[in-house]
């Protein structure tokens, strides 16, 4: 059994995601200083969610299902496959920079709804505790202390979230000044339960959403030609009149590897005026404000 001098260095930010206040480590469990609630530790991965959260029973449904096993029971070779006969395909160095100025950047560094994605360093919180997991939680109620964080980082998640807004609160909330943060959301991309799916932002929406922050910027992550191939595909399953999820994979599958080819056309495409018009995907970055007279690096050398 692990003790608290052999946790890892981000188990002290950790707070009861109810009252916000610290948490005591009786070992196998955290509880809250505050209102006693107590969060089950298995090894060094907290559970803040019950199996009734509703969050949790959303793992039950079939695209929550499928999530699961794709994360529990990984294919290396439909891996391998779906790095090329697919409609994913992001060239571009301006996400690439601003993710890693994130990724690559000061911890503490939290990953929300990292699934499997390991980055060395970081707080990986997701539904599940699926392998690398550490902190099985809700986004909307993030278990970290308030400004114990230099960075924050969610890829293709905000979509699945009831209440982004309060996500993007929770990311204010627990961001030291002059943090920063990035985001990956879709734009014109087909509903893909993860297990849940609910809107999509324009880069209009992303900076409205996120005007509490300074710095914001915003751009393509997958163009116009990735969101035709994912679009078409999806249109053959939709004509096949079939039900989710039968034939799904299959159909879907047999399309992208038809149209596959067109998502190459972004390497040009992407770089027209306006092809946000038409992106798939769309990056957001940006960082908490600094008071007046501090500077960056101080803000966040005293969260840490």
Request: charged share 20%; glycine share 8%; hydrophobic share 40%.
């Amino acid at each position: 059994m692990a003790t608290p001098k052999q946790r890892p260095e981000w188990w002290s930010l950790l707070a009861c995601p109810i009252c916000k206040v610290s948490l005591l480590d009786r070992g196998t469990r955290l509880q809250c200083n505050s209102c006693s609630t107590n969060f089950a530790c298995t090894g060094d991965v907290v559970h803040f969610l019950t199996a009734d959260n509703p969050t949790q029973r959303q793992l039950e449904t079939p695209d929550g299902s499928s999530m699961v096993r794709g994360y529990r029971r990984p294919s290396r070779a439909v891996a391998a496959v779906r790095r090329i006969v697919s409609s994913e395909f992001t060239p571009g160095r301006e996400w690439r920079a601003a993710r890693s100025e994130v990724a690559a950047g000061p911890r503490p560094l939290l990953v929300i709804g990292s699934g499997v994605q390991q980055i060395p360093g970081a707080m990986h919180l997701d539904v599940g505790d699926f392998p690398g997991v550490n902190v099985v939680a809700d986004a909307h109620q993030l278990p970290i202390a308030d400004g114990a964080l230099a960075g924050v980082l969610a890829e293709v998640v905000f979509e699945h979230l009831v209440a982004p807004a309060r996500v993007v609160a929770e990311t204010l909330r627990t961001l030291a000044p002059g943090g920063r943060f990035f985001f990956t959301v879709p734009f014109l991309f087909p509903y893909h339960g993860h297990p849940g799916d609910y809107r999509r932002w324009s880069r209009q929406g992303l900076q409205a959403e996120f005007a509490d922050f300074e710095d914001v910027r915003t751009g393509i992550h997958a163009g116009p030609c990735s969101a035709m191939v994912n679009l078409l595909s999806e249109w053959v399953y939709v004509a096949s009149g079939c039900r989710y999820p039968r034939g799904y994979t299959v159909i879907k599958g047999l399309a992208t590897a038809l149209l596959f080819p067109l998502k190459f056309g972004d390497l040009v495409v992407r770089h027209f005026p306006e092809a946000h018009r038409l992106a798939s995907t769309l990056f957001v970055t940006g960082r908490k404000r600094v008071p007046a007279g501090a500077t960056i690096s101080a803000a966040i050398s005293q969260s840490s």
